[in-house]
């Protein structure tokens, strides 16, 4: 497979060696709310000799806080983690450079703040930025003696909104901002913004900005960064609510990653004093957006964006050009802003904002650097197909990418399976595949159609076989099985815990009610909650009550039901069923949840046979609920009470009861002490039947 990446001297282009290969995306963070990578033309990544670096904006509480963490390089986090807060107050689009085995974080809080940490030790805050202004989108970068230089916007009242630059000597303090360029003359409304910086092997600083008066791209260039040069890179027609993205190859060629007007993603470079056009990297039919650029140890340029299709239900995905492929899987769910940076040692290393776990977390992925790979080793990277959430009843076409980390020319075959409801599928992959040392290629299976119902979740197990000896005993038989998991998307509401009646209950009269939880993969908005009974053989009026729910049920949660009371004949067999429908035209999917149950017995007074134990009350009960017994000959009974975990809570009685009576329950537990509200099990146990009923203190 031939790579289409670019490095340019003296003019020009090369095609790239193959080498290296996408590992697997890792999480990295783990929020309440939303975290986002860097958005505005800096980088939330950085990475030394041994570690990788990163810094983002968790959005938890109303004040964004500024996070950082680091792992060593092919290592990763080992669980999905909070970070280090950089900040205690409000603080937003963090960027990061690294030298070293330091790592600079810069963000924007009105005046811009800087931090350094210096191996384990975190120095204290810094700020800068332009003085009595309001500062924002900074963008910083490392040269090769650690200082730390930064370009920024800085809003002056007479003007509008300035570009300006400030450096950090290593292990020092700022200098005076100096101002790049301002808007100009009459364009009040049309400023410069989105500044992106690199430095060059010469130790020259290269700066590009929006220029939204033009609608193109504007450069400027310094020695040092007290007089700049600034002009305009041609034809470069852009969206000027994009960010674009710099870097600098070890020959000194400059290069720039912008989105076009018509949201493609383009790029040009300036090698022997002259810009040139580097094409449409995108595809047709695509939006683009979040470029971003960088170069290895070797010149060559890495390049990755997100984008998504025009079509309705598309998402963004991560794509790189390496070749052009997507980084993320094709799982309905967004992935956006991707920060790319190359190590010392040649290697790539990326992280974005994805929103895979039901809010944005920040993911990494990385790839080795040229030569690296010894023996076979053969490694399923990514199953790209099915993933996330998924239509029913659709075709789809599974596929994952295999990567070669090995040291020489190999061959394989994959097989996929995906198991599930009503799901039993096995194929091997449609051919067997040659794949140079290196390199990556997509494998396809034949089609396969999901057959259950909204909410139903399915394995999806990749393996990959080496050729001839079909096993998968490489140098590393860790890496040659991926699992992965989908499930089908929709609305569905379900009653998942039904506190009354429950199961095997005699009752006079009850008044049903249910927890239901949003079990799809959608928000569920306007829907009827139902609670149907009949009798059996069709005795007695029939009873349905229905409740509304207005709003929204956000996926997982869940909304107590009540419904209004019934009253039970006697000697009756009932079935309750509990189910949603939704009140729009709008489809909703819900299973009916059916509980057995039965009305009073006639004669209980004079029959020595008969046998009822129950809770007095409903639920949710506002304290400890009583048992009420009626019992015709002495019988043994064991009555206990056992929290959500299984742990025994209470004894209320274990031994023979007999005739009609209440047991009491001061809601403690067997040490004396009152329990807290909340889910607890009353288990009542006869040589007739064992029993649990749920209760919930509400207090």
Same mark, same amino acid.
């Given at each position: 497979?031939?790579?289409?990446?670019?490095?340019?001297?003296? +003019?020009?282009?090369?095609?790239?060696?193959?080498?290296?290969?996408?590992?697997?995306?890792?999480?990295?963070?783990?929020?309440?709310?939303?975290?986002?990578?860097?958005?505005?033309?800096?980088?939330?990544?950085?990475?030394?000799?041994?570690?990788?670096?990163?810094?983002?904006?968790?959005?938890?509480?109303?004040?964004?806080?500024?996070? !950082?963490?680091?792992?060593?390089? +092919?290592?990763?986090?080992?669980?999905?983690?909070?970070?280090?807060?950089?900040?205690?107050?409000?603080?937003?689009?963090?960027?990061?450079?690294?030298?070293?085995?330091?790592?600079?974080?810069?963000?924007?809080?009105?005046?811009?703040?800087?931090?350094?940490?210096?191996?384990?030790?975190?120095?204290?805050?810094?700020?800068?930025?332009?003085?009595?202004?309001?500062?924002?989108?900074?963008?910083?970068?490392?040269?090769?003696?650690?200082?730390?230089?930064c370009v920024f916007n800085y809003y002056d009242d007479s003007l509008g909104l300035c570009l300006a630059y400030q450096r950090r000597t290593a292990g020092g303090d700022f200098s005076a901002p100096v101002e790049i360029i301002g808007p100009p003359p009459g364009s009040y409304g049309y400023l410069p913004y989105y500044p992106t910086i690199c430095i060059g092997p010469d130790g020259n600083?290269?700066?590009?900005?929006?220029?939204?008066?033009?609608?193109?791209?504007?450069?400027?260039?310094?020695?040092?960064?007290?007089?700049?040069?600034?002009?305009?890179?041609?034809?470069?027609?852009?969206?000027?609510?994009?960010?674009?993205?710099?870097?600098?190859?070890?020959?000194?060629?400059?290069?720039?990653? !912008?989105?076009?007007?018509?949201?493609?993603?383009?790029?040009?470079?300036?090698?022997?004093?002259?810009?040139?056009?580097?094409?449409?990297?995108?595809?047709?039919?695509?939006?683009?957006?979040?470029?971003?650029?960088?170069?290895?140890? *070797?010149?060559?340029?890495?390049?990755?964006?997100?984008?998504?299709?025009?079509?309705?239900?598309?998402?963004?995905?991560?794509?790189?050009?390496?070749?052009?492929?997507?980084?993320?899987?094709?799982?309905?769910?967004?992935?956006?802003?991707?920060?790319?940076?190359?190590?010392?040692?040649?290697?790539?290393?990326?992280?974005?904002?994805?929103?895979?776990?039901?809010?944005?977390?920040?993911?990494?992925?990385?790839?080795?650097?040229?030569?690296?790979?010894?023996?076979?080793?053969?490694?399923?990277?990514?199953?790209?197909?099915?993933?996330?959430?998924?239509?029913?009843?659709?075709?789809?076409?599974?596929?994952?990418?295999?990567?070669?980390? =090995?040291?020489?020319?190999?061959?394989?075959?994959?097989?996929?399976?995906?198991?599930?409801?009503?799901?039993?599928?096995?194929?091997?992959?449609?051919?067997?595949?040659?794949?140079?040392?290196?390199?990556?290629?997509?494998i396809g299976f034949p089609p396969w159609t999901p057959s259950g119902n909204v909410g139903d979740i399915y394995e999806v197990k990749v393996t990959v076989y080496m050729l001839p000896d079909s096993n998968i005993y490489d140098d590393n038989p860790s890496n040659n099985v991926f699992v992965d998991s989908c499930i089908i998307r929709g609305v569905a509401v379900t009653a998942t815990t039904?506190?009354?009646?429950?199961?095997?209950?005699?009752?006079?009269?009850?008044?049903?009610?249910? !927890?239901?939880?949003?079990?799809?993969?959608?928000?569920?908005?306007?829907?009827?909650?139902?609670?149907?009974?009949?009798?059996?053989?069709?005795?007695?009026?029939?009873?349905?009550? *229905?409740?509304?729910?207005?709003?929204?049920?956000?996926?997982?949660?869940?909304?107590?039901? +009540?419904?209004?009371?019934?009253?039970?004949?006697?000697?009756?067999?009932?079935?309750?069923?509990?189910?949603?429908?939704?009140?729009?035209?709008?489809?909703?999917?819900?299973?009916?949840?059916?509980?057995?149950?039965?009305?009073?017995?006639?004669?209980?007074?004079?029959?020595?046979?008969?046998?009822?134990?129950?809770?007095? =009350?409903?639920?949710?009960?506002?304290?400890?609920?009583?048992?009420?017994?009626?019992?015709?000959?002495?019988?043994?009974? *064991?009555?206990?009470? !056992?929290?959500?975990?299984?742990?025994?809570?209470?004894?209320?009685?274990?031994?023979?009861?007999?005739?009609?009576?209440?047991?009491h329950w001061n809601g403690k537990d067997q040490e004396g002490r009152m329990i807290a509200d909340g889910l607890y099990f009353v288990r009542i146990l006869t040589p007739q039947f064992d029993r649990t009923h749920k209760i919930v203190l509400v207090r």
């Amino acid at each position: 497979m031939r790579k289409t990446r670019v490095f340019v001297t003296l +003019g020009l282009l090369a095609a790239l060696p193959v080498f290296g290969q996408w590992h697997r995306s890792a999480r990295l963070t783990v929020t309440d709310s939303i975290s986002y990578t860097s958005r505005t033309g800096g980088w939330g990544i950085g990475v030394t000799d041994e570690d990788v670096h990163i810094a983002w904006y968790d959005k938890t509480f109303s004040s964004s806080t500024v996070r !950082y963490g680091h792992f060593p390089i +092919g290592c990763c986090l080992e669980s999905p983690a909070s970070g280090i807060a950089i900040n205690s107050d409000y603080g937003c689009e963090p960027v990061l450079s690294a030298s070293d085995t330091n790592a600079h974080i810069d963000w924007c809080v009105d005046s811009l703040y800087f931090r350094e940490v210096a191996g384990m030790a975190i120095n204290p805050i810094l700020g800068h930025g332009w003085p009595g202004t309001s500062n924002l989108c900074p963008a910083v970068a490392d040269d090769a003696s650690g200082n730390t230089h930064c370009v920024f916007n800085y809003y002056d009242d007479s003007l509008g909104l300035c570009l300006a630059y400030q450096r950090r000597t290593a292990g020092g303090d700022f200098s005076a901002p100096v101002e790049i360029i301002g808007p100009p003359p009459g364009s009040y409304g049309y400023l410069p913004y989105y500044p992106t910086i690199c430095i060059g092997p010469d130790g020259n600083i290269h700066v590009a900005w929006i220029q939204p008066w033009k609608g193109n791209i504007g450069y400027g260039t310094s020695a040092d960064g007290s007089n700049w040069t600034v002009s305009e890179i041609p034809s470069t027609p852009c969206n000027i609510h994009a960010a674009p993205s710099i870097c600098c190859s070890k020959w000194g060629t400059i290069c720039v990653l !912008y989105a076009s007007q018509n949201d493609e993603i383009h790029g040009v470079f300036k090698s022997g004093g002259m810009w040139n056009y580097l094409g449409n990297l995108s595809k047709a039919g695509m939006i683009g957006d979040g470029p971003s650029i960088c170069a290895d140890t *070797s010149g060559y340029m890495w390049r990755a964006w997100h984008a998504r299709y025009l079509s309705e239900e598309a998402t963004a995905e991560i794509y790189c050009d390496d070749p052009y492929q997507s980084l993320t899987s094709y799982d309905s769910y967004e992935s956006r802003y991707p920060n790319v940076t190359a190590d010392p040692n040649g290697n790539i290393h990326i992280i974005w904002s994805d929103s895979r776990n039901g809010n944005f977390e920040i993911y990494y992925n990385w790839r080795l650097g040229k030569g690296q790979g010894q023996g076979r080793d053969l490694a399923v990277t990514c199953i790209f197909r099915p993933a996330g959430r998924i239509e029913n009843q659709f075709i789809v076409s599974p596929s994952a990418r295999i990567g070669n980390f =090995g040291e020489a020319l190999d061959s394989f075959y994959a097989n996929c399976k995906i198991t599930g409801p009503g799901s039993n599928y096995s194929k091997n992959s449609v051919m067997t595949k040659i794949i140079p040392s290196g390199d990556d290629t997509l494998i396809g299976f034949p089609p396969w159609t999901p057959s259950g119902n909204v909410g139903d979740i399915y394995e999806v197990k990749v393996t990959v076989y080496m050729l001839p000896d079909s096993n998968i005993y490489d140098d590393n038989p860790s890496n040659n099985v991926f699992v992965d998991s989908c499930i089908i998307r929709g609305v569905a509401v379900t009653a998942t815990t039904i506190l009354e009646p429950q199961e095997g209950d005699t009752l006079e009269h009850l008044k049903p009610n249910a !927890y239901f939880t949003n079990t799809g993969t959608e928000p569920a908005a306007n829907f009827y909650c139902h609670c149907d009974i009949t009798s059996a053989g069709f005795h007695g009026d029939d009873y349905a009550d *229905s409740v509304l729910v207005a709003g929204n049920l956000a996926v997982g949660d869940s909304i107590f039901i +009540g419904f209004d009371d019934y009253g039970c004949e006697e000697n009756r067999s009932y079935v309750a069923t509990f189910h949603a429908t939704s009140a729009t035209e709008d489809t909703i999917y819900s299973p009916h949840i059916q509980v057995h149950f039965h009305g009073p017995y006639t004669g209980v007074a004079e029959s020595a046979e008969v046998l009822r134990i129950e809770l007095a =009350g409903t639920n949710p009960f506002g304290a400890p609920p009583s048992i009420d017994y009626l019992i015709g000959v002495p019988t043994e009974v *064991s009555i206990r009470v !056992y929290d959500v975990s299984g742990k025994l809570v209470e004894i209320l009685h274990d031994g023979e009861l007999s005739g009609r009576g209440r047991l009491h329950w001061n809601g403690k537990d067997q040490e004396g002490r009152m329990i807290a509200d909340g889910l607890y099990f009353v288990r009542i146990l006869t040589p007739q039947f064992d029993r649990t009923h749920k209760i919930v203190l509400v207090r």
